[in-house]
């Protein structure tokens, strides 16, 4: 990239900063320290409000880097995770908004654990949480050293290592200043630029085919080398059964993984009601839609104007598509077109990465304090302010963690990377949470079986996947101790919590509590009682 890119895209970044900064002081200057106000903004904010926040928080850099780039080097298979992102906010929308809204407080644990033993389900469902959320935050760490490794000329290991670091950095001041609200507020910002920015490149792409989307297809086809089976399935999940069975397993963890991430969940505690939370969903899927729809025009978009071989040679994932997409739509290298339009969408792409990594810090720090430490401490004074403390303390941890793994993976696919988190998410998590809002008769043990049934399964078979070893694209290349044969372990993985759930119970020694759960099931569907 020439200086003049460097130079605007750095000041937009430092721009962004700087707004995000000035957001995060202000508010923490005017805000209590209580634990609702820590976790939940005071649940202060309007449904359209939280819808925007909602979209934030879901339109990471792995939508907008990751899943451009695999419809650019992949076509049609590549779509798949932008159908998975966007089927998944039905399945929210009409099993768990409302429930969720009405029976929790500020975690997951909190609606698996209303009618549970509190202590054995918090510590398991916070457990799987915080796994969750770092391979989530893995993903932007990973999508922020590729892009600065882009406008740097992507050769510099070293730029890529400290902007993952200052990533890390920058979450941990957000969350430990400025809480939910901060948050919410740099979500709802970062999604009106990524917004206008999805817009821009979109209309800018139909522009140059003369709104002809046929045209668009037909010319990515014959660019990517593969002619019409760039627009055929079969091109990255085809050939043999081991890569139909992960498309099956990655379609199922993108469509269920969603009403199991934790970051999402939380979202819904900042709005006053369980109606205010349906309607949250509502505006949320309004944006999500468009904005994966022009996700697909974006990738062969990028495989008609850059080609699939630009794409690899700058990112052998892919992740740098968009960028390189946006400077051929300004006049490429050189035009003062292109530099601009390159700088703004890098400036959009890291502003994303920023603001999606507060998000999933936040939940996760919550997960920790509230249900980990509060399970695990064994005097209740001062509970609030210490939860908070220690909620700060967590967020610098989990940074630290998601900082070393980002580095690891840097050569990763950062929409493949969320797709594992996605199947960790609905192995552990989604299995918990609908049997508690819908089985009379689920036990604790049952809960504490299906978090840690599925959670151990897909953990240790993406451990022993090509993920991990056994191929060049592996994180560690050198080794071999491949045993399980797909990338996405969810096909396997989500029966198996699902199945450990149902096991639990009906082997349970202790009864299920009648009375509770028909408090539970009254206050979920009315909203009586709820906090």
């Known amino acids: 990239m020439t200086g003049d890119h460097q130079t605007l895209a750095l000041l937009l970044f430092s721009a962004f900063i700087a707004v995000t900064l000035g957001i995060t002081t202000w508010v923490s200057r005017n805000r209590r320290g209580s634990a609702e ?81 509190e202590r054995p389900v918090r510590i398991a469902v916070g457990t799987s949480s915080v796994t969750v959320s770092v391979l989530y935050l893995v993903a932007q760490m990973v999508g922020a050293g590729s892009l600065v490794a882009l406008l740097l000329g992507g050769t510099s290991d070293a730029a890529r290592a400290w902007t993952v670091i200052g990533v890390g950095a920058l979450m941990v001041v957000y969350v430990s200043l400025g809480g939910m609200r901060a948050t919410t507020w740099i979500q709802i910002v970062k999604a009106v630029l990524l917004m206008a920015g999805t817009i821009a490149l979109t209309v800018l792409v139909l522009l140059r085919f003369h709104f002809d989307v046929d045209q668009l297809l037909s010319t990515a086809a014959e660019r990517s080398g593969h002619g019409r089976d760039f627009l055929a399935p079969g091109l990255r999940y085809g050939g043999d059964w081991t890569a139909r069975v992960d498309f099956v397993s990655l379609g199922l963890a993108l469509v269920l993984g969603t009403a199991g991430l934790p970051h999402i969940l939380s979202r819904f505690y900042t709005v006053p009601t369980a109606r205010a939370a349906r309607r949250s969903v509502v505006w949320s899927i ?25 794409v690899r040679a700058s990112n052998a994932a892919g992740n740098t598509a968009v960028p390189l997409l946006a400077l051929d739509l300004g006049g490429g290298v050189g035009s003062t077109g292109g530099t601009v339009l390159f700088a703004v969408v890098a400036a959009v792409a890291f502003a994303t990465i920023l603001a999606v990594v507060a998000g999933i810090t936040l939940a996760s720090s919550a997960s920790v304090a509230h249900d980990l430490y509060a399970s695990l401490r064994r005097r209740r004074s001062a509970k609030e302010h210490s939860e908070v403390a220690v909620a700060k303390l967590a967020a610098a941890g989990i940074g630290v963690a998601a900082i070393g793994l980002g580095l690891l993976a840097r050569d990763l696919n950062v929409a493949f990377l969320v797709g594992l988190a996605f199947a960790v998410a609905a192995s552990a998590n989604l299995p918990a949470l609908l049997y508690s809002l819908f089985w009379r008769r689920f036990t604790t043990r049952g809960a504490v079986w299906s978090v840690y049934g599925g959670l151990v399964p897909a953990v240790l078979l993406v451990v022993v996947s090509p993920v991990v070893s056994g191929s060049p694209e592996s994180l560690f290349p050198g080794v071999d101790f491949q045993l399980f044969p797909l990338q996405n372990p969810g096909v396997v993985s989500i029966p198996l919590g699902f199945l450990a759930g149902w096991l ?28």
């Open 286 to 310: 309004a944006l999500i839609g468009g904005f994966y729809l022009m996700t697909i025009v974006l990738g062969f978009g990028a495989a008609a104007l850059v080609g699939p071989d630009t």
């Open 37 to 117: 106000e820590f976790y939940a903004g005071g649940r202060l904010f309007s449904p359209l409000e939280n819808g925007f926040a909602i979209a934030g928080d879901y339109m990471s850099a792995a939508s907008f880097l990751g899943i451009s780039g695999l419809i650019a080097l992949f076509g049609y298979d590549g779509m798949l995770y932008s159908v998975g992102f966007l089927v998944a906010w039905l399945v929210v929308l009409l099993l768990v908004a409302e429930l969720v809204r009405n029976c929790g407080r500020f975690t997951l644990a909190d609606v698996v654990a209303a009618r549970m033993a």
């Open 504 to 531: 639990g119970t009906v082997t349970s020694p202790e009864p299920p509590d009648e009375a509770r759960h028909a408090e539970t099931e009254v206050r979920a569907l009315t909203g009586a009682g709820a906090v």
